[in-house]
């Protein structure tokens, strides 16, 4: 968003420049087409960002002549969650459910797209870390809204403990990948970020039916953790396959050099991993009863 403490107008302005009711122009900023701030109570659209939205440009109305479906919904959440305006960024993900995305869409090509910009904009040192923890916690209340609608009614498929190991506090990721698990079929156990080793053999060992635990690392300063956290799994557990997953994971030999069992690159090709992991489990359970 662009500076809006010089030249900007009040929402009511901008509405009148742009020649529609307030209620329509409060609407493009509750969808992110409208870039705008709150300001003593008021929202304020500067006027670079009004001159761009006239011009259909990135955030611009061209959105209504086009397909909803590839319109900029990254880039629109982008904005609310760095506005700090959670009704906004649940707006954007209504508008883009109502034009066709899927759920998984909405996690891996809205939310995730979205706080991976703002990683980019907090590392070129554009906004302030504070920006990032109030966008955390607004991605993490979508998800808690979102999750429900995940859940597949039926018999699971099986079990996945999932979680962060101690000392990585991204527990986003946890979450979200635990929702894409369970649109699967399968049951999942988010223990979130900064797991204790023996909290995550604790969960494993207590989990009836668990098919693998699946450990999500996303800072490189938490490599050496995940690596210990595997060593404790092994020691406690067996037959259930350590899995390990994340931004920090660049390639499978980086992955099974921490001591996993398997490697997912990507949320989408996890659920698919499991599939196979519990084939197998199966197999050989048939094995042992035969012979
Ligand atoms: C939000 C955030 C935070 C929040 C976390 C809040 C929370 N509750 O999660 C807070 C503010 C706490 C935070 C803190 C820090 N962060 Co931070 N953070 C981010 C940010 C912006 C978004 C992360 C996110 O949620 N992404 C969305 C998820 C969904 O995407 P994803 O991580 O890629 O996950 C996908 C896959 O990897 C996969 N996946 C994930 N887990 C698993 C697990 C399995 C088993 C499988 C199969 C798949 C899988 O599925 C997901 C969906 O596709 C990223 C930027 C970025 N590019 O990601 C930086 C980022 C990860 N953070 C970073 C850093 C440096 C930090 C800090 C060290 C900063 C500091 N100096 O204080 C700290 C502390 C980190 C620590 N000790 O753990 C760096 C990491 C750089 C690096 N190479 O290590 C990043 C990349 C920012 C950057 N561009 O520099 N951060």
Known sequence: MSDTTGDDLTLHEAADVLGVHYMTAYRYVRLGLLPAAKAGGTWRVSRADLDLFQAGGPTGPQ???GSRR???????????LLAGDA??????????????????????????????????RWERGELDV?????ASGI????????????????????????????????ALPVA?????????????????ADVPDGSLVHAVL??????AVGVSVTSDGALASAK??????????????????????????????????LVALDARGFAQLLEQVRAEQDEQRTDVAGN
């Open 130 to 134: 504070s920006l990032e923890h109030r």
């Open 70 to 80: 590839r319109a900029p919904w990254a880039e629109r959440l982008e904005a609310r």
């Open 139 to 170: 991605a993490m209340r979508l998800i808690g809204r979102l999750g429900p609608r995940f859940v597949r009614r039926g018999r699971t498929r099986g079990a996945v403990v999932l979680g962060a190991p101690a000392g990585e506090r991204h």
């Open 228 to 261: 210990q956290a595997f060593t404790a799994l092994r020691a406690a557990t067996s037959g259930v396959a350590l899995v390990v997953g994340g931004r920090a994971i660049t390639s499978v030999e980086k992955g099974l050099e921490l001591g996993a069992d």
């Open 87 to 120: 009704r906004g960024a649940w707006g954007v993900i209504e508008a883009a459910l109502a034009a066709g995305a899927e759920l998984e869409e909405i996690y891996l090509d809205v939310l995730a797209p979205a706080m991976g910009a703002i990683g980019d």
């Open 206 to 211: 207590n989990t009836p039916d668990v098919v």
């Open 63 to 65: 959105v209504d002549g």
């Open 176 to 192: 979200l990948v635990a929702d894409l698990l369970r649109q699967h079929g399968w049951e999942v156990s988010d223990l979130g």
